[in-house]
């Protein structure tokens, strides 16, 4: 079989506890151990003292049968290409935030210059029959670098965060290079149908190409800019039933035994989320703070416990963020809390998937209501972990990809806090045969489509 090349913006290096690196890192690093490969991308590393791009080789590293190389970035190329054009130009575009683009000319410029030294660096690692995987919104341009070396490889490309509708993407200046750079891929993966869609009416309107195939399944096809290529949705997983063992284990842990003995008995609401402005973090706090309002009995028998560690702390609108929701956990807080009961917790760390996974399986609702969201492994996550004789209920909001799949889950607009609290109340007093039953049909869709299920879905593709 031919070796497998996965190309990501983090690699997980062996040295790497997978707990932490997440289900995605440990199906990649399954398919390239089965068949041998190479993990190539950026070390997560910046280098302080380099001024030149081209004088940064890769590091190399190796575990069985698969190699691992890694690119530091300049302090230039860091804030070009990582702060400044991936996460404050094309972050907010696919999550539909306009007016929080900062574009600017000079970031454009390094993210395409940066995907042109990975390009030049990957190229002599490269074997004639390797097939390419190249893994989300950093690296959109890389095939077409790639393809201006001479490579003829069968190059594969997965997004894994929203597509956006034409409308907004032509708001991006670039957008048309953008796109003709996406085409030099021979297979396009996407979350949802509404992304391949999303593509399809860029590519008809804006491109002048055809669209051709299935788009509802997975074998869309698409001409333009002279090249012709296939796209298609391919909703990822998790390893579904490694996900219920550690929730098994983890419900037993120390961490969860503290919890559960903090609460008292009371039900827990639990939202996990990295700190970011797409997980509608703060219209959760306030759908929170209108149900103790509106319905006062769930006031001193419900907590609602809020993980989200903090990323990208050195760009404005997180730090923003980060203040809003300290203010409006003091305001809940203060308005509502007893002597013995805090009705917010707020926590700005991390903890390992084990414990969360504990921490699932204890609470009565899982919170779930990203403004947008690519797919939202951790609404699947929440389900996987639950108890299956005394389930929670999930609470989901329809901008979420896992929507799609998990139609047992309590739907919602993120926007609406007064609905969001109505759903919350409804969670907390659901019947236990009607969690059941919801819950069954989620795990059902879990079994079917496990992240081992996307993996080989995908790559099967690409090399058909």
């Given at each position: 079989?031919?070796?497998?090349?996965v190309?990501?913006?983090?690699?997980?290096?062996?040295?790497?506890?997978?707990?932490?690196?997440?289900?995605?890192?440990v199906?990649?690093?399954?398919?390239?151990?089965?068949?041998?490969?190479?993990?190539?991308?950026?070390?997560?590393?910046?280098?302080?003292?380099?001024?030149?791009?081209?004088?940064?080789?890769?590091?190399?590293?190796?575990?069985?049968?698969?190699?691992?190389a890694?690119?530091?970035?300049?302090?230039?190329?860091?804030?070009?290409?990582?702060?400044?054009?991936?996460?404050?130009?094309?972050?907010?575009?696919?999550?539909y935030?306009?007016?929080?683009?900062?574009?600017?000319?000079?970031?454009?410029?390094?993210?395409?210059a940066?995907?042109?030294?990975?390009?030049?660096?990957?190229?002599?690692?490269?074997?004639?029959?390797?097939?390419?995987?190249?893994?989300?919104?950093?690296?959109i341009?890389?095939?077409?670098?790639?393809?201006?070396?001479?490579?003829?490889?069968?190059?594969?490309?997965?997004?894994?965060?929203?597509f956006?509708?034409?409308?907004?993407?032509?708001?991006?200046?670039?957008?048309?290079?953008?796109?003709?750079?996406?085409?030099?891929?021979?297979?396009?993966?996407?979350?949802?149908?509404?992304?391949?869609?999303?593509l399809?009416?860029?590519?008809l309107?804006?491109?002048?190409?055809?669209?051709?195939?299935?788009?509802?399944?997975?074998?869309?096809?698409?001409?333009?800019?002279?090249?012709?290529?296939?796209?298609?949705?391919?909703?990822?997983?998790?390893?579904t039933?490694?996900?219920?063992r550690?929730?098994?284990?983890?419900?037993?842990?120390?961490?969860?035994?503290?919890?559960?003995?903090?609460?008292?008995?009371?039900?827990?609401?639990?939202?996990?989320?990295?700190?970011?402005?797409?997980?509608?973090?703060?219209?959760?706090?306030?759908?929170?703070?209108?149900?103790?309002?509106?319905?006062?009995?769930?006031?001193?028998?419900?907590?609602?416990?809020?993980?989200a560690?903090?990323?990208?702390?050195?760009?404005?609108?997180?730090?923003?963020?980060?203040?809003?929701?300290?203010?409006?956990?003091g305001?809940?807080?203060?308005?509502?809390?007893?002597f013995?009961?805090?009705?917010?917790r707020?926590?700005?760390?991390?903890?390992s998937?084990?414990?969360?996974?504990?921490?699932?399986?204890?609470?009565?609702?899982?919170?779930?209501?990203?403004?947008?969201?690519?797919?939202?492994?951790?609404?699947?996550?929440?389900?996987?972990?639950?108890?299956?004789?005394?389930?929670?209920?999930?609470?989901l909001?329809?901008?979420?990809?896992?929507?799609?799949?998990?139609?047992?889950?309590?739907?919602v607009?993120?926007?609406?806090?007064?609905?969001?609290?109505?759903?919350?109340?409804?969670?907390?007093?659901?019947?236990?045969d009607?969690?059941?039953?919801?819950?069954?049909?989620?795990?059902?869709?879990?079994?079917?489509?496990?992240?081992?299920?996307?993996?080989?879905?995908?790559?099967?593709?690409?090399?058909?």
């Amino acid at each position: 079989m031919a070796r497998l090349v996965v190309v990501s913006n983090r690699v997980a290096m062996p040295r790497e506890r997978l707990s932490r690196a997440g289900g995605l890192a440990v199906a990649l690093r399954e398919a390239l151990q089965s068949q041998g490969g190479l993990w190539f991308g950026w070390s997560g590393e910046v280098n302080e003292q380099a001024t030149a791009p081209d004088r940064l080789a890769p590091r190399h590293a190796r575990q069985g049968r698969v190699e691992y190389a890694v690119l530091d970035l300049t302090p230039e190329e860091h804030r070009q290409f990582y702060l400044e054009f991936a996460n404050a130009t094309l972050w907010p575009l696919c999550h539909y935030r306009l007016g929080l683009i900062n574009f600017n000319r000079a970031s454009w410029e390094g993210y395409l210059a940066v995907n042109a030294r990975f390009a030049e660096q990957l190229v002599p690692l490269l074997r004639p029959d390797d097939v390419i995987w190249i893994h989300d919104y950093h690296f959109i341009p890389l095939a077409a670098e790639l393809r201006r070396r001479g490579v003829q490889n069968r190059i594969g490309f997965f997004l894994h965060i929203p597509f956006p509708a034409p409308e907004v993407l032509a708001a991006l200046p670039g957008h048309e290079r953008l796109v003709r750079d996406l085409c030099a891929y021979d297979l396009i993966g996407f979350q949802t149908i509404g992304d391949v869609r999303a593509l399809s009416e860029y590519i008809l309107h804006e491109a002048g190409g055809t669209v051709s195939g299935d788009l509802d399944g997975a074998d869309g096809h698409i001409t333009a800019y002279g090249r012709s290529l296939r796209i298609g949705a391919f909703p990822i997983g998790i390893d579904t039933e490694e996900f219920v063992r550690m929730a098994v284990a983890g419900a037993g842990s120390a961490e969860t035994r503290r919890l559960t003995e903090s609460l008292v008995g009371r039900s827990l609401v639990i939202g996990v989320d990295r700190l970011d402005y797409s997980k509608g973090i703060p219209q959760r706090f306030e759908a929170f703070h209108h149900l103790l309002g509106a319905r006062p009995e769930h006031r001193g028998k419900v907590t609602f416990m809020q993980i989200a560690p903090i990323s990208r702390g050195e760009v404005a609108q997180y730090r923003k963020l980060r203040n809003e929701l300290d203010g409006l956990t003091g305001r809940i807080n203060g308005k509502f809390a007893e002597f013995d009961w805090v009705p917010v917790r707020y926590l700005n760390k991390a903890f390992s998937r084990e414990t969360l996974a504990g921490f699932y399986r204890h609470a009565r609702v899982g919170f779930v209501t990203p403004l947008r969201d690519g797919m939202n492994l951790v609404a699947k996550e929440y389900v996987a972990s639950q108890d299956p004789d005394d389930p929670g209920v999930l609470v989901l909001s329809r901008f979420a990809g896992a929507a799609r799949e998990m139609q047992g889950a309590l739907i919602v607009n993120p926007y609406d806090s007064e609905a969001l609290a109505e759903a919350l109340d409804r969670a907390l007093t659901m019947p236990r045969d009607e969690r059941r039953s919801r819950w069954e049909s989620m795990m059902a869709v879990l079994r079917a489509n496990t992240i081992t299920h996307w993996r080989e879905r995908f790559l099967s593709q690409l090399r058909a």
